[in-house]
C-alpha cells in the first residue's frame, strides 16, 4: 500500500490529502468562512459547505501531489468523532471515491489523528517524532485531554475537560469581544498588543488534583469583564478601546494556558509514576498552533528533563493529511473496512483499536 486519499471533514475545514510512501505530498484545506458572521460554527451551514468543497478540495490534492486518481490505493476517511452532517459528506464521498475506483477504505478517529500528527513527514523537512509511551496535550476546537499514547492506534486518556473545550473557549470569549471566528488566531495576535496582568482571570479547576479541565467559567469571567463596559450590561451596547481589547485578550491567553501548563503538570506526575521509561511531551489539536502555549510547553518540558514536540502549524487545526498519516498505521496493521458503516458522532479515542476486518474494499 502506498499512495493514500486522506479527507478530513468532521467539523467546518475540509480538508484532502496525498500520502505516498509515508510522505504527505500535498494538503489541501478548505476552511469555511460562512461561519464568521456567526461566531461560532453552524452544523447546517457547515455540511453544506463540506458539499460544495469536497470535490475541488480532493481534486486539489491529488493535482499538488502530482499523482493520478488511478496511482490511489485507499481512501482514509474521518469517521468521528465530528458533527453528524459533516461526517456524512466526507464518509459518503470516501465511499463513492472507493467504489468508483476499487479501492479499500480505511476509517480514522479524528481524536487520534491529531495526536498522530506529530509524526508526519513531508519531503525535504526534518521533523522529530516522539517516542511511546510519550504524554500528549490534546488541544483543539471540540477537545481538552491529556493522553499517554502507548502505540500509534493504542491510547489511554488521564484527564479532559468537564465543560467546554479550550479552543471553543477561545472561540467564545472572541465572540463576545466582537472580534471573528475562529477566535485562537486573532486572540493571539491581539495578546501580543496586551497587558497581561492587568485583567486577573479565574483558573477553573486548578486548585482540583486530579487532571480534569474546565473553561467554561473562564469565558464567563470574560463575558462579565465585557458587560461591565456597557452602560446597560449588554455586551451589544460595550463601547471597548482597542488597547482594552489586548488587554483582555492577553490575560485569558495567560489564564487559559497557566490552566493547561497546571494539568499537564499534574500529569506528568502520574505519566513518570507510572512509565518511567517515558520521556516525550507532545501537543496537538488547533490550539497547539498558539506560539505562547508552545513556548511554555517548552518551558515546562525543559524543566521536566522531557523532550517537546509539536506538529508543524498546518497539521496543527484539521487537515487531510493526519488522517492520511493515521490510515498509514491502520493500514500496515490491516485494519479495512466494509462498506456498510455510519459515521460515529462521538468515538472515544481511548476506545479499543477495532479489530481488522480483512480487506473490506475491492482492490487490496
Ligand atoms: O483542531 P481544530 O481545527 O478543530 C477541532 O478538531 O476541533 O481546532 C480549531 C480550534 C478553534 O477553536 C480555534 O480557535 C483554535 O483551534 N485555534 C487556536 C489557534 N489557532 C486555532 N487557538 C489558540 N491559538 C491559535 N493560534
Not at 491510547?155 to 468537564?162: L, W
Not at 486530579?210 to 473553561?215: H, I
Not at 506560539?291 to 510547553?297: A, T
Request: charged letters at 20%; aromatic letters at 6%.
Amino acid at each position: 500500500m502506498t499512495v493514500i486519499l486522506g479527507i478530513e471533514s468532521s467539523c467546518d475545514d475540509t480538508s484532502a490529502a496525498i500520502l505516498k510512501d509515508g510522505l504527505v505530498l500535498s494538503n489541501v484545506i478548505a476552511s469555511q468562512k460562512v461561519h464568521e458572521a456567526y461566531g461560532g460554527g453552524v452544523p447546517e451551514l457547515a455540511s453544506r459547505a463540506h458539499q460544495q468543497n469536497i470535490i475541488p478540495v480532493v481534486s486539489e490534492a491529488i493535482k499538488r501531489a502530482g499523482i493520478e486518481v488511478k496511482d490511489i490505493d485507499a481512501v482514509a476517511f474521518t469517521r468521528g468523532p465530528g458533527l453528524l452532517g459533516s461526517l456524512l459528506v466526507g464518509t459518503s464521498f470516501a465511499k463513492g471515491f472507493a467504489l468508483a475506483n476499487h479501492l479499500p477504505m480505511i476509517e480514522v478517529n479524528h481524536l487520534q489523528a491529531h495526536i498522530l500528527a506529530n509524526f508526519i513527514k513531508e519531503p525535504g523537512v526534518e521533523s522529530r517524532q516522539p517516542s511511546f509511551p510519550f504524554l500528549t496535550l490534546l488541544v483543539s476546537g471540540g477537545n481538552s485531554q491529556l493522553i499517554v499514547v502507548h502505540d500509534y492506534l493504542k491510547m489511554e486518556m488521564i484527564g479532559q475537560t468537564i465543560d467546554d473545550a479550550a479552543g471553543e473557549a477561545f472561540d467564545k470569549c472572541a465572540k463576545v469581544m466582537g472580534l471573528p471566528y475562529p477566535g485562537g488566531p486573532i486572540i493571539e495576535k491581539m495578546a501580543e498588543l496586551g497587558n497581561e496582568n492587568r485583567f486577573v482571570l479565574p483558573r477553573p479547576l486548578c486548585n482540583s488534583n486530579d487532571c480534569n479541565m474546565s473553561f467554561s467559567g473562564l469565558k464567563t469571567a470574560v463575558r462579565k469583564i465585557i458587560e461591565s463596559y456597557a452602560p446597560d450590561n449588554n455586551i451589544e451596547h460595550a463601547i471597548i478601546r482597542k488597547q482594552d481589547i489586548a488587554d483582555i485578550c492577553a490575560g485569558f491567553q495567560l489564564a487559559a494556558t497557566e490552566c493547561l501548563i497546571h494539568k499537564l503538570k499534574k500529569a506528568i506526575v502520574t505519566y513518570k509514576t507510572k512509565y518511567p521509561q517515558g520521556k516525550d511531551i507532545v501537543v496537538s489539536g488547533g490550539v497547539a498552533s498558539n506560539p505562547y502555549l508552545r513556548r511554555k510547553l517548552q518551558e515546562l518540558a525543559d524543566l521536566e528533563g522531557l523532550a517537546f514536540s509539536a506538529p508543524p502549524i498546518k497539521f496543527c487545526t484539521d487537515n487531510g493529511g493526519m488522517i492520511a498519516w493515521a490510515g498509514m498505521e491502520r493500514a500496515l496493521k490491516g485494519m479495512y473496512n466494509d462498506l456498510d458503516f455510519k459515521p460515529r458522532p462521538r468515538w472515544p479515542l481511548d476506545e479499543n483499536a477495532p479489530k481488522a476486518a480483512g480487506a473490506g474494499g475491492v482492490k487490496a
